[in-house]
């Protein structure tokens, strides 16, 4: 489960199974670093396994030999790369007012601890700082959305110490991406974006950036894995890779040794806010796609069916008698609801049924779901293969274009009950008992599990968690989903804050949101 929690500095952390999922804007701090060498320990055991020692003697066994093909003994030297890369990798500065960062939404931002107090006690604007780099020579420029979410003004700062004034294109926040763009007076060097698809873990990878305000800081590793899913978003597909990214690299380009970029540094697992080896990249192809609607309108326009889906565990499996019931659960994405009025309810899509694939391409999870649809054009029909009752079938839907938080709080035809959960940003499931044993809540607990927290949203700012259960809402008890959609429709008629009562990890707590934080919503 991920749990939220700060530093000494105030600097908000997202816990993931007990280690730091931060994302990596600017702070301060300079922190030294070990460096060590690597030996291979021969094994001087007396006492090998019969097979080991069979092995070594020539022997075979029934199991396929493997003989990986030996690496090359000499390591690659990136300094041409660098040199040509370098005038096309910028820093982003943003001017924040203080408020931001006191609700948590910036993390610790530059000047060291503290916001400092301008005339009268007053708290003074602040800035903070990421990375970005260069996509064409008019000065289109791509970073983090998270590093200019919220900022007053942005500034950009060349290789050369060049300082531009930026305008903010575009937000997505889904996919935590944003484009700026500067006026130079001349054309600029920019970087080409490859194919990450082409990625292949074990491959040498270049991370440029400004961690901890380090202009220019060049590290080196490998792709660790690819299509890592870190319940950051729906549609997360990030590069893991090792080479060593902190705070302030967020936006930095991720290079193969081609010099073509095919990541956006994002964010690191660690317990201590620095780097241990796990950073994670935006994939170059999804930057493609994100980047020109972006440049093209100023918004993401996405495929939307109008349903909440989940994992299929095994117990579920089970239960439901689906195909796969082992220890791995079965694949597919089972549809938990059905919002009314929207494509899947019209084509009729229902609860229960398992979404096995999208347009002939196989779903496994949600996720996969999640980004198919997604990639969608609205109004073209999509093709659906589902499992109902044990049988397959194909259901064809026209894909609807996935609407705005603001637009589906003020959509009527959506019901009422969508108004609310739009509004909030969850998706509620029933406690179910394989639900109420992997939550380990007592037999006789009521309430709604969040089943999806949409990001951005009041929810998410609020610090609600997939896997949290409502058990109230202000000090009315509540019992099921649909009561709990009830009570927040009721509460919110006049005041624009909510409070939730929730258990996680069998604590309550209460936890407030602001509905009107959805106007920062990208």
């Known amino acids: 489960s991920e749990t939220m929690s700060s530093d000494q500095n105030g600097t908000p952390r997202r816990r993931l199974r007990g280690a730091l999922l931060a994302s990596l804007l600017g702070a301060t701090a300079l922190t030294g670093f070990a460096a060590g060498h690597v030996g291979f320990a021969a094994d001087t055991s007396q006492n090998q396994p019969a097979q080991a020692t069979a092995l070594q003697n020539g022997a075979t066994t029934d199991a396929t030999k493997i003989t990986p093909t030996a690496p090359a003994r000499t390591l690659p030297d990136f300094t041409d790369l660098v040199t040509e890369v370098t005038p096309a990798v910028v820093s982003v500065t943003t001017k924040l007012q203080p408020e931001q960062a006191d609700n948590g939404e910036m993390p610790l931002p530059f000047g060291g601890p503290g916001m400092g107090r301008g005339e009268g006690g007053a708290p003074r604007a602040i800035e903070a700082r990421g990375s970005g780099f260069i996509i064409n020579a008019d000065g289109t420029i791509v970073t983090n959305n998270h590093v200019v979410k919220g900022a007053t003004s942005v500034s950009v700062t060349l290789s050369d110490g060049t300082s531009l004034p930026a305008k903010v294109v575009g937000r997505d926040a889904l996919t935590d991406l944003a484009v700026l763009k500067v ?57 893991q890779v090792d080479a060593p990214i902190n705070r302030g690299n967020s936006g930095g380009p991720l290079f193969t040794q081609d010099g073509k970029v095919v990541g956006v540094n994002t964010a690191i697992l660690s317990p201590s806010g620095g780097s241990i080896g796990i ?10 796609q994100v980047v020109a609607e972006l440049g093209n309108g100023g918004k993401v326009v996405r495929g939307y069916l109008g349903v909440s889906a989940q994992a299929i565990s095994p117990a579920v499996a089970s239960a439901l008698h689906l195909s796969g019931s082992g220890d791995q659960g079965a694949s597919g994405a089972l549809v938990a609801s059905v919002q009314p009025n ?22 496994k999870n949600p996720r996969d779901l999640a980004v198919d649809v997604a990639g969608v054009k609205p109004g073209d029909e999509a093709k659906l293969g589902v499992v109902r009752d044990g049988k397959d079938q194909t259901l064809t839907i026209a894909v609807g274009q996935m609407p705005s938080g603001r637009e589906l709080a003020s959509n ?7 108004q609310s959960r739009a509004r909030v940003g969850v998706a509620l499931a029933p406690i179910t008992p394989d639900l109420r044993d992997q939550l380990n809540l007592p037999g006789g607990e009521k309430g709604a599990v969040v089943a999806q927290v949409q990001p951005g949203s009041p929810a998410d700012q609020a610090g609600i968690q997939t896997g949290d259960v409502i058990i109230g809402v202000g000090m009315k008890a509540v019992t099921s989903p649909e009561d709990t959609i009830r009570a927040i429709r ?33």
Not at 279 to 288: L, Q
Not at 412 to 418: A, H, I, S, T
């Open 183 to 239: 006026d130079a007076g001349h054309k600029l060097s920019y970087l080409q974006l490859g194919n990450s698809d082409d990625v292949k873990p074990g491959q040498w990878v270049v991370a440029m950036g400004n961690p901890f305000g380090l202009e220019g800081t060049v590290t080196a590793g490998i792709v660790s894995a690819r299509n890592r899913d870190i319940g950051d978003g729906p549609y997360d597909q990030y590069i």
């Open 279 to 288: 950073g994670f990249a935006i994939p170059s192809n999804t930057v493609k």
């Open 342 to 363: 929207t494509p899947a309810g019209k084509a009729g899509l229902q609860a229960g049924d398992v979404i096995t694939s999208v347009n002939g391409k196989a779903v």
């Open 412 to 418: 009527d035809d959506n019901g009422q009950e969508q």
């Open 490 to 522: 009721q509460a919110t008629r006049n005041d624009k804050t909510v409070a939730l009562r929730i258990m996680r990890n069998g604590q309550a707590a209460f936890v407030a949101i602001d509905l009107n934080s959805a106007k920062n919503q990208g």
